[in-house]
């Protein structure tokens, strides 16, 4: 992951707030947004979320509760996010955290309709369930 391209927004300011699971971000061109812990788990910028190219992409299921644990800063550029799941790989760059609010309502509902299409939930116990 490469390090911020110049006069790339930067935060200002980074909040967690547990009990709602979202995390707050303010940048300093302006940008603000609230993303839920949910939506930060499913777009993760590993490779474990992401693959290794186009089309390797594994649809994140059953998120719905996640939290963030912690946040690590890393340099002057990124965050890691250490998730209640476990999940702890996907380094969190400015510009990144930048594009998932300036899309968040797009992406999520492309996320929605995958989990639709694949018959999958965003509930962690719906797919454990016993079949009826």
Known sequence: MSGLHPGAPRPTDISLHQASRRLELTFDDGAHGLLSCEFLRVFSPSAEVRGHGAGQEVLQTGKEEVNIDAIEPVGNYAVRLIFSDGHDTGLYSW????????????????????????????????????MQ
Not at 97 to 116: G, M, V
């Open 95 to 130: 510009d990144y955290l930048h594009e998932l609010i300036r899309n968040q309502a797009s992406l999520w509902q492309t996320y929605l309709d995958k989990l639709a299409a694949a018959g999958m939930t965003r509930n962690p116990s719906a797919d454990e369930r016993p």
